[in-house]
């Protein structure tokens, strides 16, 4: 928009800077040195008491041995070796990744192939399949663990499939079995991610001009190689958020685990999450949980930057 | 592009496979609130409808509702006005130490509720603020002030710079040039901003659950876990309290559902 109206009132009062993108933006020598600051200051007052503060205390309690009531010893870094060698808390870290997979990996594969045959034929009803995929997103994590409760409960919906169609010798407590909770409680991730990821993969998709594929179908490009060729190539941008999003939230989740197993059968579903709670809140270990939580922290952002780097790479 | 039929058909089928999977949980909780809660019920017919007010008053989902109303409508107020200012600043002006101050927000989207809970409630429990509505609100700003200030950076930075200039020439102060120009011109970043504070908040669950250990500001998911803890036998009635918790944010994403998809698909892809 030009000001053109406003000519008069600009010959009265000339720009100190002319001309240029920089003109625009308040410089220190225009404005009062501190305005910007003064903007800044009580979003960075909360963020700083209520965010960065607390991260750093978490850093510093994590060099104790605290119960959260009587003094604290010093312990240097031993809550970190714990939880490298303590079962539980490696347990928690493993299951984790195993979260990472069903969360984000599976997801994406599902959402990549999902979002090309729906890109590949433009269908109608997309709009309303969008909306239908994106609800896991904005259900609560604590009702959508209550419906899938019920769903694996021994007598829960999926058992009663089962015996419908003569497998009821796989019908199981579902939550309550050492070897299916882990992957059961991973199927939940799965589906509250998996419309996400299709979502701002088809986004994506939509981006690509449709000469490109009608130059490989000249070309004689089937399908798969259209997937291999075309699509791959450039939704590698969309990948990279996707998985940045949902391994983030993988590794966040807490309610989910709080809801349907409380970390158990044992330690067969605990996370690191869920891990920072009890033992902070529920057994009095409060260093331990500051450690947990900070390494937490730190596998977060390690993998969204490597995800990043690589995405990055791979697009150049 | 010329499709085969079959491949239309095939395509179909995709969609409505995708779309029963994603809604089948949905629909058996659904049901389910609606089953017999008992046995004395269940003769009276299948359909119970009444379940909703009994979990309502059972579960003290009024007073639950009550309170994650007042500390959404805290986050949600607060993100938006420090949001704003901030991000105003971020995307409009040049300042020494713009680029280290804006990455350490930055960050905050990132650091989970787990690394800062456990020194939150020590140290507040220290000054006397647990149970407090600020103990679990303003962890929550914290939290959507990092996103908040980002997601107004981007769009301050998307508005015509001759726009401010403009302003700016006829002796409009930044403040208002900001209050009167940028933000009704930018109605639709703030409400999409709004919208998704609004449903984060409303889901949260660690922060309330750690920051009033005697469940005096108890929020609407956490009541419904105590509930899950109370109530083994009555899943009807926990169906009915889930279904409750689940709705302000499932109506308000079938009206607003836009600006969810939207904030939720740019606020992650970076610049």
């Given at each position: 928009m030009q000001s053109s109206p406003r000519r008069s009132k600009r010959e009265l009062k000339p720009p100190e800077r002319p001309g240029?993108?920089?003109?625009s933006r308040y410089s220190a020598r225009q404005g009062r040195r501190i305005t910007p600051y003064l903007y800044i200051l009580p979003a960075f007052l909360v963020y700083g008491v209520f965010m960065l503060y607390p991260l750093a205390r978490s850093v510093h309690l994590s060099l104790f041995d605290w119960d959260g009531l009587t003094l604290a010893t010093y312990v240097g870094f031993d809550n970190y070796v714990d939880v490298l060698n303590d079962e539980r808390l490696r347990a928690a870290f493993g299951n984790a990744l195993t979260f990472v997979f069903f969360y984000a990996v599976l997801p994406v594969c599902i959402g990549l192939v999902l979002a090309a045959v729906l890109t590949r034929a433009r269908v109608r009803g997309l709009s309303i399949f969008r909306t239908i995929v994106f609800l896991p997103q904005v259900i609560a994590m604590v009702v959508v663990a209550i419906a899938w409760r019920q769903i694996y409960a021994p007598d829960g919906s999926l058992n009663t499939l089962l015996r419908a169609i003569g497998?009821?010798?796989?019908?199981?407590p579902w939550l309550g079995d050492y070897t299916f909770s882990l992957p059961a409680v991973g199927i939940i991730g799965t589906w509250v991610s998996t419309g996400l990821v299709t979502v701002l993969l088809m986004a994506g998709m939509a981006k690509i001009p449709v000469e490109q594929f009608e130059a490989a179908r000249l070309d004689g490009a089937g399908p798969v190689r259209e997937f291999f060729a075309i699509i791959l190539p450039s939704v590698r941008a969309e990948i990279t958020v996707a998985l940045t999003l949902t391994i983030v939230a993988s590794l966040k989740t807490f309610d989910l685990i709080y809801v349907t197993t409380r970390g158990g059968p044992g330690s067969s579903t605990t996370v690191p999450s869920y891990e920072v709670y009890r033992r902070a809140f529920?057994?009095?270990?409060v260093g331990s949980a500051a450690a947990v939580g900070v390494t937490l922290t730190v596998l977060i952002f390690v993998i969204s930057l490597v995800v990043n780097k690589i995405g990055d790479r791979s697009s150049s | 592009m010329r499709i085969s039929k079959v491949e239309r058909l095939g395509n179909y089928a995709i969609l409505i496979f995708f779309s029963f999977v994603v809604l089948a949980p949905i629909f058996t909780i659904i049901s389910t609130a609606f089953s017999p809660a008992s046995a004395a019920d269940a003769r009276e017919g299948s359909f119970h409808p009444e379940n909703f007010v009994t979990a309502w008053q059972e579960g003290r989902f009024g007073q639950y509702m009550a309170t994650s109303v007042l500390v959404s409508l805290i986050v949600v107020v607060l993100t938006v006005i420090l949001s704003l200012l901030s991000g105003y600043a971020f995307g409009t002006m040049t300042f020494r130490g713009q680029s280290v101050l804006f990455y350490l927000f930055l960050v905050g989207i990132m650091i989970p509720a787990e690394a800062i809970v456990v020194p939150l409630f020590f140290d507040l429990r220290t000054l006397g603020l647990t149970d407090t509505v600020w103990a679990v609100a303003l962890p929550q700003v914290a939290q959507s002030v990092a996103f908040g200030t980002y997601w107004m950076r981007t769009y301050f930075r998307g508005v015509n710079p001759s726009m401010i200039e403009a302003a700016r020439m006829d002796g409009a102060s930044p403040r208002r040039i900001l209050w009167s120009i940028l933000v009704p011109m930018g109605r639709p970043a703030v409400t999409t901003m709004m919208v998704l504070v609004f449903m984060w908040t409303w889901n949260e669950f660690l922060i309330p659950l750690v920051m009033s250990p005697t469940g005096e500001f108890r929020t609407a998911p956490l009541g419904l876990a105590l509930f899950q803890g109370q109530y083994t036998q009555g899943t009807a009635l926990l169906a009915a309290g889930a279904v409750l918790v689940a709705l302000p944010v499932v109506v308000l994403y079938f009206i607003l559902q836009r600006h969810f998809i939207r904030g939720m698909l740019e606020g992650a892809v970076r610049e």
């Open positions: 240029g993108r920089s003109s497998l009821g010798d796989l019908a199981r529920e057994q009095g270990q | -």
